[in-house]
């Protein structure tokens, strides 16, 4: 169990597929994430609101903003452990690489698995 991200094209092309981490990492990233709920608004309820849930896309408007947030995170000065922070600059730089990655190419959606 875990999550993944895919970034497809309006043909249905993938453009991007990787795995964003096991249910564990996914649940380090939330602890984190959840303490800042009105800055991390998209992550929490869009993409980490569980360790594994498949079927849901982020598209249009959304994109701009989860790569802000994404963008947030990895420079946040957050306090938590050192394996908290590696996961959760691990997976903002993963956000970052797929919403530039859909954002390039227009018409093109987020999905997670």
């Known amino acids: 169990m875990g999550l993944d991200i ?26 984190v994430c959840a ?8 992550i929490n309820q869009q993409v980490i609101y569980s360790p594994c849930h ?6 249009g408007k959304d994109l ?12 946040y000065p957050f306090e ?3 394996r908290d922070k590696e996961s959760v600059k691990e997976f903002a730089q993963k956000l970052i690489n797929a919403c530039r990655i859909a954002l390039s190419n227009p018409g093109a959606v987020i999905e997670f698995d």
């Open 6 to 31: 895919s970034v497809k094209d309006t043909t249905g092309n993938t453009l991007l597929d990787e795995r964003l981490g096991n249910a564990g990492y996914i649940g380090r990233v939330q602890k």
């Open 35 to 42: 303490q800042y709920p009105d800055i991390f608004k998209v």
């Open 54 to 59: 498949c079927g849901d896309e982020i598209e």
């Open 64 to 75: 701009p903003m989860l790569l802000a947030e994404a963008e947030v995170l990895l420079a």
């Open 80 to 82: 938590a452990d050192d």
